[in-house]
């Protein structure tokens, strides 16, 4: 049907992006599908909708010239092909109808440049001026322009080639790193909004450290985040050292990955240092302390909640409460419990209890097998006094 109603309106159609780059990776079942056709794609839309099911509800977006209806279960986006050309102080591109190859000039990667024809006389043709089925052989992000223009044009880019780095395993190829490296200031042209939909992305990972650490690589996450960055670094009084907070973060957040998809309760990992940058002392006779660091933390969550404009609500609390109760479990299991002390850890964490722990087993990142085995025996011990 697409492709007889795209040639009855004498229009080509094509499906692009990430539906195609997802295909050719046997990626997971897709939600969205994207076309492109070379003339209007609202026309396009409507007139393939009408010839599916005549009462079809078809979304138009003037302002962008796409259009969107649901079909099968999945949303089906069309758009006319077009030509950007950007200015300096946005990333939203003047725009003027072009081919599919100006279209496909105009994405990000090459991987997502690739474009499948619905066109009777190449039906099924793969369209990659790019080389994007190499890249995705050799799992490496490649801008189809110059990188330094394609970052500096959109700066949002940036993280979404760190997101895909991190989601799908890819290297970032070297002169795209260097331009993200160079571009990184430009972030500041992009809605905080935009910046966490992909830095949630990369979260939500499976080793969301790939992400983190290329953040922190490139100077973005110094720019986001700083609160982590200042986690960065050992120092050394009277030869005693501590760990170095910042990788140990990026440890804990992996862990407890493998563990969880509750993005909050990663983002409960990310966060259940930040205390310890500003509150990081020596006192003669104890060595480093960082007391009181998960209070400081709780509070600079909420600061940084409001700032990254994430959501205050509910999800910010349990965060907080995370945070400042992250080691105190740690604390029973290593001390030895003692009943009140049991009493009020229930009390603080209440139905977060379970979170809290697995957090906790998160936090252990001691390579010394004896300590590790140690903390697991006391964790199955406060395990069974809790469950009396
Ligand atoms: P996923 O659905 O896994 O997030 P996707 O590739 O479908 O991946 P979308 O954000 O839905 O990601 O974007 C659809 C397509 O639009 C991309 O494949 C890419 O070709 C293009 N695109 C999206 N954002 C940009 C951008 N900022 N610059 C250039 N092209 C983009």
Do not use: C
């Not at 279209?103 to 990659?128: V, W």
């Amino acid at each position: 049907i697409f492709s007889e109603v795209a040639a009855k309106n004498n229009q080509t159609l094509f499906i692009v992006g990430g539906y195609v780059r997802d295909l050719l990776m046997k990626r997971q079942s897709p939600t969205d599908i994207d076309f492109v056709t070379e003339g209007n794609g609202i026309e396009l839309a409507k007139s393939i909708a009408k010839e599916l099911n005549p009462k079809l509800k078809v979304s138009i977006f003037k302002n962008y010239g796409t259009a969107m209806f649901k079909h099968e279960g999945l949303d089906l986006e069309f758009v006319g092909a077009r030509k950007e050309s950007y200015a300096e102080d946005s990333r939203k591109p003047s725009v003027e109808i072009g081919t599919l190859e100006d279209d496909q000039k105009r994405r990000d990667f090459t991987i997502n440049a690739l474009a499948l024809s619905l066109n009777k006389e190449n039906f099924g043709d793969l369209i990659d001026p790019f080389d994007g089925v190499q890249d995705i052989k050799k799992k490496i992000l490649r801008t189809p322009l110059e990188p330094s223009q394609t970052y500096s044009d959109d700066p949002l880019r940036m993280m979404r080639a760190i997101r895909f780095a991190s989601t799908l395993n890819f290297k970032i190829e070297e002169n795209s790193l260097n331009a993200i490296k160079n571009e990184s200031e430009r972030i500041k042209i992009v809605s905080l909004e935009r910046i966490m939909v992909e830095f949630n992305k990369i979260m939500l990972s499976a080793k969301p450290s790939l992400g983190l650490k290329l953040m922190e690589e490139t100077g973005l996450m110094q720019l986001i985040i700083p609160e982590l960055t200042a986690l960065k670094g050992i120092e050394e009084v009277e030869g005693q050292t501590h760990k170095d907070n910042f990788w140990h973060t990026l440890e804990v957040v992996d862990n407890i990955s493998a563990n969880t998809d509750n993005l909050w309760l990663r983002w409960a990992a990310l966060l259940h240092d930040i205390g310890k940058a500003p509150t990081k002392k020596f006192v003669d006779g104890i060595g480093w302390t960082f007391h009181g660091h998960e209070f400081l933390g709780s509070k600079m969550v909420k600061n940084l909640f409001y700032r990254l404009k994430l959501p205050l609500g509910t999800d910010m609390k349990y965060v907080q409460k995370l945070v400042k109760l992250s080691s105190r479990p740690i604390a029973l299991v290593d001390d030895g419990t003692s009943d009140s002390a049991l009493r009020r850890l229930l009390f603080d964490a209440g139905e977060d209890l379970e979170d809290l722990f697995i957090l906790n087993k998160a936090d252990i990142t001691t390579k010394n097998s004896s300590k590790q085995a140690k903390f697991k025996r006391n964790f199955e011990e406060v395990a069974i006094k809790i469950k009396e």
